[in-house]
């Protein structure tokens, strides 16, 4: 479903403040929302922000059951083990407090060993307060950094010495920062940023702190509630994976095929050429950390290549993991790009200078991301933030891996094609897993995967990451990641199967797989690995259920092809499947070689 | 002030997601079936950008029906244009 127009980048928080009632009903009617509960500490007046996260929620498909706090106490409430917000069970804990709400600021040429000593008691009770949250509730916190407040009594000393309020704020974030470092369920929502980006006049009304308590002004909780909403988007792996991008005037100005190389409008000479450029870096930036970049482009091939070697290019073609440039309609070549790529249509932002371009894609293809970019390169960047499309909640190895893994798909593709039979393919490929059982590093992509996977996923549960985190320790349960290299590269963890054992027999709960490793017979390593984890335990029995969604049809014939019988039809639906270990084994997937876990990765838990 | 109504009736409209609403000079909060405070912070912050005006602090305390918000409204439009 299209978003509603007033939810639409560019938002008007004048807008979504006043249609709220009637946004929030148009919303609720969309098919497969996400429930999440969400509590909401507030240090200070909270209503507001409940009623318009709830709107930036919805509008991720997710759809949010609240807990507020008493007005004030969002400390005592944890503190004291408030019965309500036990009772309530949050997934994610919102604490928003304020500078209003540090307990004690500097005296006026307080020596800085004694500001440091006051920081740390400041910190040890934030501390304490977030590891009650993370061990008693297990909930994620997202907590407010600090915001600044909006009168300096002493000027820019506020700033400079340590004793002043502006320094001992700056002081106190990076000691959140350092919290947010070493805590993996502990993110940051950066109020100092968003405080910032509005101006502290924007952020702050005298008029409703007075009358109403509320710390951050009506216009400021829109872009608040959005960026909240983007941290919980990402929590549960709604973010985008890969940016689709036009090239005459998107990437240089110009039209390559018109104007020829040396007369793009690119680089340092000339005031539009070094906004284009500074773009490239931003995307640029943006690949380094596991975006994927594609091109679609209106283009003879060789004109659009060419581009690319220009002298103050920043991309260059091997930064792109699909390149489409010909005189086909763009839906169909962004059609082509998400099937190469193996991901979603709803994992793709495309980004064109031209409005009517923008327009048919966003009418053929809905699940497409198209962001009103306007026409002005120096916006553009602005433009895709606004939206948070690629908002990371941590950025983890596997991340970075996965562009080089894509680019190299191309590779592989070429390469598939000179062999005579797929067998030769898969046994050139020299694929190495490592299988094994829940490890402390991998929890967290762990949970993104199961978060995340819609295709190859039996049974579509989700789990919340300390759910993931007692399945590791369950010794009831049958945990197991698998990550796979090959040739060209490291794919990274990318199939997770969690089982419950019940006497003899073993339930798959969960089995999934990233789709990059299609067909390379890693599902057949993973079973090899469940088998052999059976024999061990003495179990005989393993039981599998498919249940169906929109998404997941690749795999309603999975246990079938492995040799599962099948049993009656659950009553939802689903089907159910049982496969009985056999006395002697042999592995089944023939071409992947299995190693151990790494004695340094080990070495590291 | 008679200009004011119809376009403060559209606010009312928009934040009590109710197109049918009509409003009078005497209308009050307990005329209104949802009016709050969180509602009440919302009607504020729309009329203010809807007649682009700015209430100072406790002037909204003392208001007692809709007829007196207008008055208050155009009271300060007046002043804005002098």
Known sequence: MQLPKELRSPVSAETVLRKRTALRKELLKQPNLLPVRIAILGGSTT????SILEIFLLAHAIQPSFYESAYGAWHEEVMYQSPELWSFKPDIVFVHTTWHNVSRFPDLLQPEAEVVELARAEMARFEAFWRKIHEDLGAIVIQNNFDLPRSRPLGNIEAAESYGRVNFLLRLNAGFARHAATHSRFLIDDILYLSAQAGLSQWFDYGYWYNYHMAVSPV??????????????????????????DLDNTLWGGVIGDDGLQNLVLGR????????????????????????????????PENAREGFSHPDTVLKLDDFSAFKANWNPKPDNIREIAAELNIGLDSLVFVDDNPAERAIVAAQLPEVAVPDVGSDVSLFAEALEREAFFEPVRIVVDDLDRAAYYSGNAQRTNYESAFASYEDFLASLEMRAEIGPFAPVYLERIAQLVNKTNQFNLTTRRYTAAEVEAIATDPASIALYGRLADRFGDNGLVSVLIGKVRRQAVEIATWLMSCRVLKREMEYAMFDALVEECRERGVREILGVYIPSRKNGMVAEHYAALGFSRLPDGPDGSTLWRYEVPAAWSPRAAHIRRTGRPAMRTANV | MNDLMPRLQGVFQDVFDDPKLAIAPTTTASDVSGWDSLTNINLIFAIEREFHVKFALGEIQELNNVGEMVALIGKKQDRARQ
């Open chain 1, 269 to 300: 000479d000339h005031p539009v050429g070094e906004a284009f450029t500074a773009f490239q870096r931003y995307l640029k930036a943006l690949r380094a950390r596991g975006v994927l970049l594609a091109v679609c482009s209106k283009n003879d």
């Open chain 1, 47 to 50: 209503q507001e922000i409940r």
């Open chain 1, 220 to 245: 400021a909780t829109v872009s608040l509630a959005q960026n909240v909403a983007a941290i919980v988007k990402a929590v549960y792996g709604k973010t985008k994976k890969c940016l689709v991008l």
